[in-house]
């Protein structure tokens, strides 16, 4: 296994390559979502606060309306790349939304959990770190 340490974000994967660009949009997006969830709780477990806050303030983060606020935001930012990942996504059939979220939203949602997907498995952590950090910062001046 190969480890990268970026701006605190441990990656590790085989030293087999991935063909990231093979990978299905909701496989990326699977990835996505966890890489973000623990980008999220790792920015806030330092702040003192008790888990039960800690939790509420980090699924106001990685809820889906949150997360399409934050794409539609950081869409301007995107390259061409990320921004074909994201239309990729966002088209994506879905077999299921859950019960508290908006069609449009979800899919948005998960258009931004691919685009970190793909950067995570892609192994860009400098962009990754870029965009994780933009859309904290985003949440935060939008809350």
Do not use: W
């Not at 085989?14 to 996505?32: F, H, P």
């Not at 879905?94 to 979800?106: E, F, G, H, L, Q």
């Not at 950067?119 to 949440?139: F, N, P, Q, V």
Request: aromatic residues 6%; charged residues 30%.
């Amino acid at each position: 296994m190969e480890t990268a340490v970026e701006e605190g974000l441990l990656i590790e994967r085989d030293k087999q390559k991935l063909d990231v660009d093979s990978l299905s949009a909701l496989a990326l997006a699977y990835v996505g979502d966890s890489v973000f969830d623990l980008f999220i709780r790792s920015k806030l477990v330092g702040s003192g606060k008790k888990v039960r806050d800690l939790h509420r303030e980090a699924v106001s983060f990685v809820k889906a309306s949150a997360q399409a606020d934050i794409l539609k935001e950081l869409e301007p930012e995107l390259s061409s790349k990320e921004r074909h990942i994201v239309k990729n996504a966002r088209n994506a059939k879905v077999n299921s939304v859950p019960k508290n979220a908006d069609i449009i939203d979800y899919h948005y949602s998960t258009a931004f959990e691919a685009l970190l997907g793909y950067l995570y498995l892609s192994g860009d952590t400098k962009r990754l770190s870029e965009i994780l950090h933009m859309a904290y910062d985003t949440k935060n001046k939008n809350s």
